[in-house]
């Protein structure tokens, strides 16, 4: 399966050439949203950026929707248009959302209708928002894409699920082509969650190699990927291999690793497993905040590397294990890299990529 | 030649209309709909439901409804497929929710609002109650674990999902299917939509009002032959084809050609490699609104003629919205099993601009194959074909 073109929603803009900035310019510290219960009434998120949103004419036929699924959207046009496969959508497309908590801001919006107007007075239309699968539905009906439209919720490995499966989609013949991506949002509540149950880092700061304390903080956005079975011109690299809790991959002959490590589990240290392989090691959530989600821009920086066969350094550099951690940058001869992720029960997802 | 490669070895139904298959299929038979004002929650909208009664005491999880009903489902397929203790074994798990995907715990939410402060107790819930990864952890068996939110088609795509996965490799067996509990959320939504009936629901009636909300779990365990036969199980019940299709045409409202659902019947025919004059019945989703029974009616006659058997079980369990696919193919597989499907409940007359009228009352059905439908939220269309292997 090859990654043909990637679309990207995330703090620093919409596109990947925003998002291949973002990880050549290095850490930038997140934005403070008013919160009510926060020390100092503020509270550090990487939030979405959609200012300058180059395509307005989608948006005008999505507006009704709400931000998740505009950010879905956002990020599925952008990796049609990064494809560069014109009429992509007359083939039998299949798209494949990945989330972890969905429209849950649009559902508290319904529950605050139900409580200040009372049941027979709610809004429908924030009630359809509300639907767990409308995100996918208006990146179905925006961009006229009829292929099977699949919307799959995880708290573990939901990026690598839905790349799995496309894997299985695209092997099966069941599609042309796979738009599969992630999409979470941060919202009010939300964060208010992750202060009470994670360490929020005060600096705006993830330090992805410091595993235990871990600090985080909350950040959204979407990233979609173009899959083919064919290789095309613009072809980033290819997905050799995604394995879900089975730890027989364990990165040999990988020349470098990226952790999901985002301060989302209190002791992150399952990941220092990462560090026998001798791959070079790197973790990229300080540009796009802790997410479910998260390990969709991680396989997107990864696949940026091979594509452009460059390194791209980790944004923060706290290292108290001595880590051989990716700490250059410039061109680089980088032949595979494996994507990992650990859940609190120290299950492993491993996405291998390799160079086209 | 039936393809045999995926079996159906064990089912599992919970639904307003019986908490066990046998109870279910007495239900159909006595054309009895358990409907009902809602009990489970404070509500001032009096649509009818139709409610689980009598969830066994052991299966109770405080504010987990829709995984009791899953793990209840669950356990009877896996005690159909004579599977005890899984542990290690590859067996993925797939299953279809709305509910269970969603934090909509209004006492939190309300606790949040007031006073900026709540409990994290519900949190706490929706964070461990994702149904595919608690019944995979619970099962403590290797192979994927996802939780499908296609809205009212997500019990129809995790079988379909799970199908993909054991034709690929990724597991020996597979769990999968729907369940969703009645929910005071989408029973105000549903509401605000103005698709509710305030009687009771009657799929592709001439005089139809809209759909009556349900709760339920169906789960089928699916296997490859190999996997069956070094058990020494058999079943002849086998899962197909399964296809699905986006309308890409509205949030709301089904694609007036029913562009959707002939793709995803068409992908599910090819599959299975049969035709569709080979179709014995078709579960219909039928849930009863003006739109869906339109289109769907419509397609369906298209397709395989005006003399399809067809049915809707929605009459007995309401719409089960996330549980409706897996309970629905539960159903489709019952009717080749037994060799009869029931009366399509509520309906009465025959609408003039519907090509196609369910049948009235207890059938028998012959062939070897049937196809379950969905129809969803979003735009979202699936169909599974299920066949009786017999002629091997």
């Known amino acids: ?356 | 030649m039936v393809e045999t490669s995926v079996r159906i070895t064990g089912m599992g139904a919970i639904s307003a209309a019986g908490n066990t298959i046998p109870e279910t299929l007495a239900t159909f038979e006595r054309e009895q709909r358990n409907a009902g004002p809602v009990t489970r929650f404070p509500t001032k909208l009096n649509y009818p439901v139709f409610e689980v009664k009598n969830l066994p005491s052991r299966y109770y999880l405080e504010g987990q409804r829709t995984l009791s009903l899953a793990l209840i489902a669950v356990d009877q397929a896996l005690a159909e497929a004579g599977l005890g203790d899984v542990s290690g074994l590859r067996i993925g798990v797939c299953m279809g929710t709305t509910v269970a995907s969603q934090l909509n715990d209004l006492q939190f939410y309300t606790s949040y609002r007031e006073c900026k402060e709540a409990p994290m107790i519900a949190v706490d819930r929706f964070l461990k109650g994702n149904l595919a990864e608690v019944i995979s952890r619970k099962l403590k068996v290797r192979g994927p674990a996802l939780t499908v939110v296609n809205a009212c088609s997500s019990g129809t795509d995790a079988i379909g999902v799970a199908l993909s996965w054991l034709k690929s490799g990724l597991c020996d067996i597979a769990l999968a299917g729907g369940a969703d509990e009645l929910n005071h959320v989408p029973y105000c939504g549903f509401g605000s939509l103005g698709i509710v009936n305030p009687g009771l629901c009657a799929p592709f009636d001439r005089d139809r009002k809209g759909l009556n909300l349900g709760e339920g779990a169906g789960v089928v365990v699916l296997e490859k032959m190999t996997s069956a036969r070094k058990r020494g199980r058999s079943s002849k019940l086998v899962l197909l084809g399964y296809g699905s299709s986006s309308d890409a045409y509205h949030l709301t409202a089904p694609s007036p050609d029913g562009v959707g659902l002939k793709a995803s019947l068409r992908t599910a025919l090819d599959e299975a490699g049969i035709k569709p004059e080979e179709v014995g019945f078709v579960n219909a989703h039928g849930t009863g609104t003006n739109d869906n029974d339109l289109v769907e009616g419509n397609t369906l006659a298209g397709m395989f003629g005006k003399d399809l058997k067809m049915l809707s079980t929605k009459g007995y369990t309401g719409h089960t919205l996330g549980a409706a696919g897996g309970l629905e193919a539960v159903f489709t597989a019952l009717g080749l099993r037994e060799g009869w499907i029931p009366a399509s409940a509520g309906f009465s007359n025959q609408d003039a601009a519907i090509a196609l009228a369910p049948v009235r009352e207890k059938t028998k059905v012959g062939g070897y194959y049937a196809i379950s439908t969905s129809l969803a939220f979003g735009g979202n269309n699936a169909a599974l074909v299920i066949g009786r292997g017999v002629r091997e």
């Open chain 1, 1 to 356: 399966m090859n990654v043909l073109g990637i679309g990207a929603v995330f703090a620093g803009g919409v596109g990947i050439k925003s998002f291949e900035e973002a990880l050549v310019e290095g850490w930038q510290k997140p934005v403070d949203v008013e919160a009510k219960w926060a020390a100092g009434g503020k509270y550090p998120v990487y939030q979405a950026n959609l200012d300058d949103v180059p395509y307005k004419t989608i948006l005008k036929k999505i507006r009704r929707a709400d931000r998740l699924s505009k950010m879905a959207v956002l990020g599925a046009a952008d990796a049609i248009k990064d494809c560069g496969i014109g009429n992509i959508n007359a083939t039998n497309v299949g798209v494949i959302v990945a989330t972890a908590f969905g429209a849950h801001v649009t559902t508290f919006g319904f529950l605050d209708n139900i409580i200040d107007f009372g049941e027979t007075a709610v809004s429908p239309t924030i009630f359809s928002n509300s639907v767990h699968n409308a995100a996918a539905s208006y990146v179905s009906s925006s961009l006229e894409i009829k292929g099977p439209t699949l919307t799959i919720t995880q708290f573990r490995f939901s990026f690598q699920s839905a790349l799995q499966l496309a894997l299985v989609w695209l092997q099966q013949k069941r599609c042309d082509y796979v738009l599969a991506g992630a999409v979470d949002q941060i919202g009010d509540v939300l964060c208010y969650v992750a202060n009470r149950k994670l360490t929020t880092a005060k600096d705006g700061r993830i330090r992805p190699f410091v595993f235990k304390p871990t600090y985080q903080v909350p950040g959204e956005g979407a990233i979609f990927y173009i899959l083919g079975r064919e290789k095309t011109e613009k072809t980033y690299c290819t997905v050799q291999s995604v394995m879900i809790n089975d730890n027989t991959s364990q990165g040999a002959g990988t020349d470098i690793t990226i952790i999901d490590a985002d301060g989302m589990l209190p002791d992150e240290s399952a990941y220092l497993a990462c560090a026998d392989s001798g791959a070079l090691l790197a973790a990229y959530s300080p540009l796009f905040g802790t997410t479910m989600t998260g390990s969709a821009f991680n396989v997107a920086a990864g696949a940026l590397m091979l594509s452009k066969q460059r390194y791209y350094p980790n944004p923060v550099h706290d290292n108290p294990q001595g880590l051989r951690i990716l700490i250059n940058s410039g061109p680089a001869h980088i032949a595979s890299i494996e994507c990992i992720g650990y859940d609190c029960q120290s299950k492993r997802a491993a996405v291998r990529l390799i160079a086209v």
